[in-house]
């Protein structure tokens, strides 16, 4: 396979033309920044490392050029936006490059929050510093919660997206943060602020990190939503609706009347029937069902659930889409599907007698039973 044929990695996104940029846009910033001296120490072992590894590698060889006291150090990192090369708009991994420069203030100016969160500040909307600004929220608390209070207010949606995203309890590729886990009350005050933002990359991270808090405290998350519902804000409505997701694929009974669903669905579901009773990995099973409702019409979600064999021997259930309805009085509607047991590498396959049920607003009203081999 030729270069050309092969598909970008997203370890691409930091690689030598990244580094060229980043040297060159360093070099108008920083005083004695020797950008030819770095761009060689940074490539030298650079096709090894895989993209968090080069995140890494490159905040290294940063320290070793910048040669400056973070203080110093920061005022002139707060220049960088004027000056960033910002590559070619057809590259979605071209932010990356960003990416080491925003988290060598977490790794060398965390003794300094003061400077390091104004830093951040500025560097944020080159590529978000919500991974950079954790290992402030977890030091630093106080300080960087007043600081993310004030970014509420930023008339950057990128500044205020980050006081959202960086403070998610459970930020993916990001260190947890414990305190929000167990206790996410202090998280209110930041997306009591952001719930109308006419921002829509700001509202999606206040939904995900609501999505995040459901994960450990659904009730509380819950109670916050039917809240919220009350204020009848449109930007507000959608942010719960994103928000509940986990919760409603997770088949929780308690969000479906928040979201308009009936609360105790009338229907009837004929028994599923399988396109075949056994099958191998690698195959795709298909199942139809009916489902027909009662007397006054209804907003429905139908899922589906595959209960997994699991190494164990017990079975794991996990819940796929399947589609939202309205269906009306008396009416009865057709489900197909097909579910492709195709190898992933996010689940491996065990032999043995698996299920499929249909679950409508949370609530399983079928099941069926079929057997994969090896």
């Given at each position: 396979?030729?270069?050309?044929?092969?598909?970008?990695?997203?370890?691409?996104?930091?690689?030598?033309?990244?580094?060229?940029?980043?040297?060159?846009?360093?070099?108008?910033?920083?005083?004695?920044?020797?950008?030819?001296?770095?761009?060689?120490?940074?490539?030298?072992?650079?096709?090894?490392?895989?993209?968090?590894?080069?995140?890494?590698?490159?905040?290294?060889?940063?320290?070793?050029?910048?040669?400056?006291?973070?203080?110093?150090?920061?005022?002139?990192?707060?220049?960088?936006?004027?000056?960033?090369?910002?590559?070619?708009?057809?590259?979605?991994?071209?932010?990356?490059?960003?990416?080491?420069?925003?988290?060598?203030?977490?790794?060398?100016?965390?003794?300094?929050?003061?400077?390091?969160?104004?830093?951040?500040?500025?560097?944020?909307?080159?590529?978000?510093?919500?991974?950079?600004?954790?290992?402030?929220?977890?030091?630093?608390?106080?300080?960087?919660?007043?600081?993310?209070?004030?970014?509420?207010?930023?008339?950057?949606?990128?500044?205020?997206?980050?006081?959202?995203?960086?403070?998610?309890?459970?930020?993916?590729?990001?260190?947890?943060?414990?305190?929000?886990?167990?206790?996410?009350?202090?998280?209110?005050?930041?997306?009591?602020?952001?719930?109308?933002?006419?921002?829509?990359?700001?509202?999606?991270?206040?939904?995900?990190?609501?999505?995040?808090?459901?994960?450990?405290?659904?009730?509380?998350?819950?109670?916050?939503?039917?809240?919220?519902?009350?204020?009848?804000?449109?930007?507000?409505?959608?942010?719960?609706?994103?928000?509940?997701?986990?919760?409603?694929?997770?088949?929780?009974?308690?969000?479906?009347?928040?979201?308009?669903?009936?609360?105790?669905?009338?229907?009837?579901?004929?028994?599923?029937?399988?396109?075949?009773?056994?099958?191998?990995?690698?195959?795709?099973?298909?199942?139809?069902?009916?489902?027909?409702?009662?007397?006054?019409?209804?907003?429905?979600?139908?899922?589906?659930?595959?209960?997994?064999?699991?190494?164990?021997?017990?079975?794991?259930?996990?819940?796929?889409?399947?589609?939202?309805?309205?269906?009306?009085?008396?009416e009865s509607i057709a489900i197909t599907?097909?579910?492709?047991?195709?190898?992933?590498?996010t689940r491996r396959y065990y032999a043995?007698?698996?299920?499929l049920a249909i679950q409508v607003n949370?609530?399983?009203?079928?099941?069926?039973?079929?057997?994969?081999?090896?």
């Amino acid at each position: 396979m030729s270069d050309a044929d092969k598909s970008p990695l997203m370890k691409d996104g930091l690689g030598v033309h990244a580094i060229k940029r980043i040297a060159k846009s360093v070099a108008l910033v920083v005083p004695g920044f020797n950008a030819k001296a770095f761009q060689k120490d940074a490539e030298c072992g650079l096709d090894a490392l895989e993209l968090k590894a080069r995140v890494h590698h490159l905040i290294a060889v940063l320290h070793r050029h910048y040669d400056l006291p973070f203080k110093k150090l920061s005022e002139y990192l707060q220049d960088l936006p004027d000056v960033w090369d910002r590559g070619s708009a057809a590259d979605n991994k071209a932010g990356f490059a960003a990416w080491p420069l925003i988290d060598y203030v977490a790794t060398h100016g965390l003794q300094h929050p003061k400077e390091a969160l104004q830093t951040l500040e500025k560097l944020t909307p080159m590529f978000s510093a919500e991974f950079a600004i954790r290992p402030f929220i977890q030091q630093h608390t106080d300080i960087t919660y007043a600081k993310l209070l004030e970014w509420c207010e930023h008339p950057s949606e990128h500044v205020r997206r980050l006081a959202s995203e960086g403070s998610r309890p459970r930020l993916p590729w990001g260190i947890r943060l414990p305190q929000f886990i167990k206790n996410p009350e202090p998280l209110v005050g930041l997306l009591e602020k952001l719930k109308t933002d006419e921002s829509l990359y700001v509202r999606r991270s206040v939904a995900n990190n609501l999505n995040d808090i459901s994960k450990d405290n659904p009730a509380w998350m819950i109670n916050l939503c039917d809240r919220w519902l009350t204020d009848s804000n449109e930007h507000t409505d959608w942010i719960v609706k994103h928000a509940l997701r986990s919760l409603v694929k997770a088949g929780d009974v308690r969000v479906f009347p928040l979201l308009g669903y009936a609360a105790k669905p009338s229907v009837t579901v004929s028994d599923i029937t399988l396109s075949k009773k056994r099958i191998a990995v690698g195959d795709s099973i298909g199942f139809s069902c009916t489902v027909t409702g009662g007397k006054k019409a209804q907003n429905l979600v139908v899922d589906y659930v595959v209960y997994f064999m699991k190494a164990n021997g017990k079975l794991a259930p996990k819940v796929f889409k399947l589609k939202n309805i309205l269906l009306a009085a008396n009416e009865s509607i057709a489900i197909t599907k097909n579910h492709s047991f195709k190898p992933i590498t996010t689940r491996r396959y065990y032999a043995g007698t698996h299920q499929l049920a249909i679950q409508v607003n949370g609530k399983e009203v079928a099941r069926s039973d079929f057997y994969l081999g090896d």
